[in-house]
């Protein structure tokens, strides 16, 4: 770290020396930005949202369960060798994993995409998959807000029922408070990954530094991933100026996985202008420069994760649950009952 660097960041120093040499990738965004993230995106969702996600408590879960990707880190070797590397990915200036697949073109699921690493030398544990975390994550919210939508019919079905029928209500209401639950604690792992996916340096191969590249410009070598990320987002971003930047919900009329990768694209543009600001010294001390790009930055995680959600909200309104699989639009319309398909009829 230069002088430069520990003058702006002094309580850093000495804690940050000894975590980055054990660790290619620093945690991405500090508790203040995850939080920011998470909890904006939440105060910003539409009226077409259930209203239990749309309360300030519900918010502030978020933002809380947002971290919660970071804060499980160091649980054992086996469980962050395999989950570490879903924080970042190492995108080349070429638009490529180390020469192997593109952006562009990922292959649709984290096997192929580990096998098409594999035939060039490397593998998903060095390149990272963030992109598959996010689509990961955002699938299994999709199918959280389908059985939502479900319970929720079955439990405020109005028509007369027998003795059996208000038990099987009974119970759709308590599924109902559990499914909200698993909303919220899923909604913070998808609000983490897409919180990592609008940090340029975890979509780079430049992300702590500009490393062993050609470097025409002379940009830093130095550790300058979480001081950026962690204390200059503490210090001298807040939440009003990252609201301020938010941008209003864009349909890509598109899946998640062509969302995710036009996302990180636009992310790793944002590379270059990174390091030429830190020349300028845009990240010294409270520079306005370096403030705008933090809010920018944080507050386009915020919009993607809004939007996000109400793609998964939208999709689930076509979605199938439970076994023997029932349709949600039919629970809704009243046509299926679903106890056997969510209770279980084995």
């Not at 990922?106 to 594999?118: I, N, S, V, W």
């Not at 340096?201 to 990320?229: C, K, M, Y």
Request: glycine share 8%; charged share 20%.
């Amino acid at each position: 770290m230069t002088s430069r660097a520990a003058a702006i960041f002094p309580r850093l120093v000495g804690a940050l020396a000894a975590t980055l040499a054990l660790a290619g990738h620093a945690l991405a965004w500090g508790a203040t930005g995850h939080r920011m993230i998470g909890q904006l995106a939440i105060e910003a969702l539409p009226r077409e949202i259930p209203a239990f996600l749309r309360t300030p408590a519900a918010a502030q879960a978020v933002g809380e369960l947002a971290r919660e990707p970071d804060r499980g880190k160091n649980a054992g070797k086996a469980h962050d060798s395999d989950r570490d590397s879903a924080h970042f990915l190492d995108l080349g200036d070429d638009g490529r994993l180390f020469g192997g697949p593109a952006l562009a073109a990922l292959p649709a699921t984290r096997e192929e995409y580990d096998t098409a690493l594999r035939a060039v030398g490397s593998d998903s544990w060095k390149a990272g998959w963030l992109p598959y975390a996010i689509v990961d994550d955002w699938e299994q919210l999709a199918k959280d807000f389908a059985y939502w939508r479900v319970d929720s019919a079955a439990a405020n079905d109005p028509t007369p029922t027998s003795v059996d029928g208000a038990a099987h209500r009974a119970w759709f209401a308590a599924d109902l408070v559990q499914r909200q639950a698993l909303i919220l604690s899923d909604l913070g792992a998808l609000a983490h990954f897409v919180g990592d996916g609008s940090q340029p340096l975890h979509v780079s191969v430049h992300f702590n530094g500009w490393g062993d590249f050609p470097n025409p410009e002379g940009f830093t070598q130095s550790r300058i991933h979480a001081p950026f990320e962690g204390e200059f987002v503490h210090d001298f971003v807040a939440a009003p100026a990252v609201r301020a930047d938010m941008t209003a919900y864009a349909d890509c009329h598109c899946w998640v996985a062509q969302r995710t990768i036009a996302y990180l694209a636009a992310t790793n543009r944002q590379v270059t202008a990174f390091y030429r600001l830190e020349k300028a010294g845009g990240f010294r001390g409270g520079d306005r420069r370096g403030r705008a790009f933090a809010a920018a930055r944080l507050a386009d995680g915020a919009s993607q994760l809004r939007d996000m959600i109400l793609d998964a909200w939208r999709a689930s309104a076509t979605a199938q649950v439970g076994w023997p699989a029932v349709k949600v639009a039919d629970v809704e319309a009243g046509k299926v009952d679903p106890w056997e398909a969510l209770f279980g009829a084995d």
